[in-house]
């Protein structure tokens, strides 16, 4: 069952910042992976959660650097040592563009279409509601079609 269908959360079917820049939030989340300080990729998660939660909940513009800033301090970055406005210069810089440009091919390679989105030996599990089958398969659970 879908978490809005179930009642987790509210979400807006036509948010009132989307369609919306992507750009500008998918850099800091690369510009959070390559700082060195999120080895595991809590940090990245949590802010990537948080800018989902921004966009379909809560109706704020992730395009918009001061949402940014603040979706990075009510994630908790700086007391991880992540300061945000370290890390919005950072977005800006020329590595996470580059990791920007193949992340993108990557995506498009992978026929990716929404986030989130996870590619599994080539099979796609795209939204939160899909999380128990990629559990499923990352257990070694066989994919649907092969359950026969």
Request: net charge negative; glycine share 10%.
């Amino acid at each position: 069952m879908r978490p809005a269908a179930a009642g987790a959360t509210d979400v807006k079917l036509e948010p009132k910042h989307y369609p919306v820049a992507r750009e500008p939030a998918s850099r800091l989340l690369i510009a959070v992976r390559q700082c060195g300080q999120d080895p595991r990729g809590h940090h990245a998660l949590g802010l990537l959660h948080a800018i989902l939660q921004a966009v379909w909940v809560q109706d704020r513009n992730i395009a918009d650097v001061d949402t940014l800033v603040a979706l990075c301090e009510e994630t908790g970055l700086p007391g991880a040592g992540l300061e945000p406005a370290r890390l919005m210069a950072a977005a800006q810089g020329d590595a996470v563009g580059e990791q920007f440009a193949r992340d993108t091919r990557a995506a498009v390679q992978h026929d990716v279409f929404g986030v989130p989105m996870w590619v599994l030996d080539g099979e796609r599990f795209w939204g939160q509601d899909r999380l128990d089958f990629l559990a499923e398969r990352l257990a070694g659970l066989p994919a649907p079609a092969d359950r026969g």
